[in-house]
Nanobody
Framework: VQLQASGGGLVQAGGSLRLSCAAS????????IGWYRQAPGKQRELVAT???????NYADFVKGRFIISRDNAKNTVDLQMNSLKPEDTAVYYC??????????WGKGTQVTVSS
């Protein structure tokens, strides 16, 4: 599975951004797809995921602000990020957990939130 993320950029605090990730290759194997992020000097952390059945999982720090959605027909996953805070600044990575246990990462996209 190959993952191509887009939509990062620079935004002021309180603003919104929408990240998109397009999957290609063995997309039939995708089970859970979602987003992680890594800020400078910090470990990579889960942001939000969505299963093939539509079940979502959010990190506490984005609940109520971020919305993850998935289009199985197009093999895409979007992350709508609202009420952004400077602490949301990070490189955001698309991630897939495939049936059978394989995992895939996309190249990151930078999100910078200015105060």
């Amino acid at each position: 599975v190959q993952l191509q993320a887009s939509g990062g950029g620079l935004v002021q605090a309180g603003g919104s951004l929408r990240l998109s990730c397009a999957a290609s290759g063995s997309t039939f194997s995708i089970n859970v797809i979602g987003w992680y992020r890594q800020a400078p000097g910090k470990q990579r952390e889960l942001v939000a995921t969505i299963s093939s059945g539509g079940s979502t999982n959010y990190a506490d720090f984005v609940k109520g602000r971020f919305i993850i959605s998935r289009d199985n027909a197009k093999n895409t996953v979007d992350l709508q990020m609202n009420s952004l805070k400077p602490e949301d600044t990070a490189v955001y990575y698309c991630h897939v957990n495939a049936w059978g246990g394989m995992a895939y990462w996309g190249k990151g996209t930078q999100v910078t939130v200015s105060s």
